[in-house]
């Protein structure tokens, strides 16, 4: 996507609105609808659009309608799926801050579940940390205890192994969290097939608008409310709903959905700058290459530039592009799931996220390249690496 002379490629950040989800927003404000609560015509309306947004996310994540419910984005939802009684939490700590900071306020044990160097959990080292830590020695826990693993990587892109993982926890009683916000319409997702119990999916990294997304989440499972109030969205989560949003993410789902196979066709373009980005900087390091990832994601480190100096570069250059996670805000902060796959010091600082969507054209491609060599083919930096 080129607007006003810049070059947009952070989808994993957020993704720009998609033309059909900002029609159906409008749509839903301009018309004559209530609150979704109300039985008369007008609340009807309301409920209606909300009725269809469901059936559309349901369709994407391969769930049925009835088990999604809306929030107000996946941090919520994973915040909520987090703040059951759980007593032991098994999570890898590449996790997203969305997960990552609830574990760490639960009063839950966190068993930490180890990673490769790409990244992705040891599936043999977690079924010895799940036998290891079931209560009873049986085949049921004692305790409420709950997996959490994220379907795709917001920094990497790397997908993890995620029904193998559930297929063990289930087995043992172990209740399942998967965060899919970067996988969902990036690559097919099966809720049902794939075994979990919760999901947490987020709008606006579809192409629909922020502060939306759901909590899917299985029949059968037994989860208090933790936004209370109102009975809406069958006493689930309280709160008048948020109509014109909600439209907008059916809208996104639906359309993440027809184009789930041209997203897969965005691995050209990735391959494209990874491959003049190596020939460019032969130093340079596309992290987790060999790893099954998303088609749209490179992350790639410059041993001896900074990240953020680099993301700074990039911008006076007209494209927008991340350092590390960044996922919220212009943060700098070492990235922790780097860290968690082992890497130096010096790549950890200076990795870079490119990542494209549904408007990436080649010719945002030329303009990156073109910005890259300007910017990495000068002199390098002088930095100590403690
Ligand atoms: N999980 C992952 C992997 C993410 O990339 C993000 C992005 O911000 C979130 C969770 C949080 O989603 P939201 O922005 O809807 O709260």
Same mark, same amino acid.
């Given at each position: 996507?080129?607007?006003?002379?810049?070059?947009?490629?952070?989808?994993?950040?957020?993704?720009?609105?998609?033309?059909?989800?900002?029609?159906?927003?409008?749509?839903?404000?301009?018309?004559?609808?209530?609150?979704?609560?109300?039985?008369?015509?007008?609340?009807?309306?309301?409920?209606?659009?909300?009725?269809?947004?469901?059936?559309?996310?349901?369709?994407?994540?391969?769930?049925?309608?009835?088990?999604?419910?809306?929030?107000?984005?996946?941090?919520?939802?994973?915040?909520?799926?987090?703040?059951?009684?759980?007593?032991?939490?098994?999570?890898?700590?590449?996790?997203?801050?969305?997960?990552?900071?609830?574990?760490?306020?639960?009063?839950?044990?966190?068993?930490?579940?180890?990673?490769?160097?790409?990244?992705?959990?040891?599936?043999?080292?977690?079924?010895?940390?799940?036998?290891?830590?079931?209560?009873?020695?049986?085949?049921?826990?004692?305790?409420?205890?709950?997996?959490?693993?994220?379907?795709?990587?917001?920094?990497?892109?790397?997908?993890?192994?995620?029904?193998?993982?559930?297929?063990?926890?289930?087995?043992?009683?172990?209740?399942?969290?998967?965060?899919?916000?970067?996988?969902?319409?990036?690559?097919?997702?099966?809720?049902?097939?794939?075994?979990?119990?919760?999901?947490?999916? &987020? *709008?606006?990294?579809? /192409?629909?608008?922020?502060?939306?997304?759901? %909590?899917?989440?299985?029949?059968?499972? @037994?989860? +208090? !409310?933790?936004?209370?109030?109102?009975?809406?969205?069958?006493?689930?989560?309280?709160?008048?709903?948020?109509?014109?949003?909600?439209?907008?993410?059916?809208?996104?789902?639906?359309?993440?959905?027809?184009?789930?196979?041209?997203?897969?066709?965005?691995?050209?373009?990735?391959?494209?700058?990874?491959?003049?980005v190596?020939?460019a900087t032969?130093e340079a390091?596309?992290?987790?290459?060999?790893?099954?990832?998303?088609?749209?994601?490179?992350?790639?480190?410059v041993p001896g530039r900074r990240?953020?100096t680099s993301?700074i570069k990039f911008?006076l250059a007209?494209?927008?592009?991340?350092?590390? &996670? *960044?996922?919220?805000? /212009?943060?700098?902060?070492?990235?922790?799931? %780097?860290?968690?796959?082992?890497?130096? @010091?010096? +790549? !950890?600082?200076s990795?870079l996220?490119?990542?494209?969507?549904?408007?990436?054209?080649?010719?945002?491609?030329?303009?990156?390249e073109q910005a890259w060599s300007s910017i990495m083919g000068g002199v390098r930096e002088v930095r100590?690496?403690?």
């Open positions: 996507m080129t607007s006003t002379n810049r070059t947009y490629l952070d989808y994993n950040a957020t993704a720009p609105l998609r033309p059909e989800v900002r029609a159906a927003m409008l749509a839903a404000i301009d018309s004559d609808i209530g609150n979704a609560s109300s039985v008369h015509a007008h609340g009807r309306a309301a409920r209606a659009v909300i009725d269809q947004a469901r059936e559309q996310v349901g369709q994407l994540v391969g769930s049925k309608a009835t088990q999604v419910v809306f929030t107000s984005g996946a941090t919520e939802a994973a915040n909520w799926a987090l703040s059951a009684a759980w007593s032991t939490i098994y999570g890898a700590n590449i996790e997203h801050p969305a997960v990552m900071l609830p574990i760490k306020r639960s009063a839950a044990k966190h068993v930490v579940l180890p990673v490769d160097a790409n990244g992705v959990i040891d599936v043999v080292a977690a079924a010895k940390l799940f036998s290891e830590n079931i209560q009873t020695g049986g085949n049921k826990p004692a305790d409420k205890q709950l997996l959490v693993v994220q379907l795709a990587n917001n920094e990497t892109g790397v997908v993890q192994p995620v029904g193998q993982l559930a297929a063990l926890a289930r087995e043992l009683g172990i209740t399942v969290l998967t965060d899919a916000v970067q996988a969902v319409g990036k690559q097919f997702v099966d809720f049902t097939g794939l075994g979990v119990d919760m999901m947490m999916v &987020s *709008a606006h990294k579809l /192409g629909g608008p922020s502060g939306v997304g759901a %909590l899917v989440i299985r029949d059968g499972v @037994d989860l +208090l !409310a933790l936004v209370t109030g109102g009975g809406q969205e069958r006493n689930r989560r309280g709160g008048t709903e948020n109509v014109s949003g909600i439209a907008g993410f059916g809208a996104a789902a639906e359309a993440a959905h027809r184009d789930l196979a041209k997203f897969a066709d965005l691995e050209m373009l990735r391959d494209r700058v990874e491959a003049f190596s020939r032969p390091v596309v992290i987790a290459k060999d790893a099954r990832r998303l088609a749209n994601t490179s992350c790639l480190a990240g953020e993301v911008d007209g494209v927008s592009l991340s350092a590390g &996670s *960044a996922c919220s805000s /212009g943060k700098t902060a070492r990235s922790e799931t %780097l860290d968690a796959m082992g890497l130096n @010091d010096e +790549l !950890a600082t990795a996220r490119v990542s494209l969507g549904w408007a990436t054209t080649q010719d945002d491609i030329a303009t990156f100590n690496v403690a």
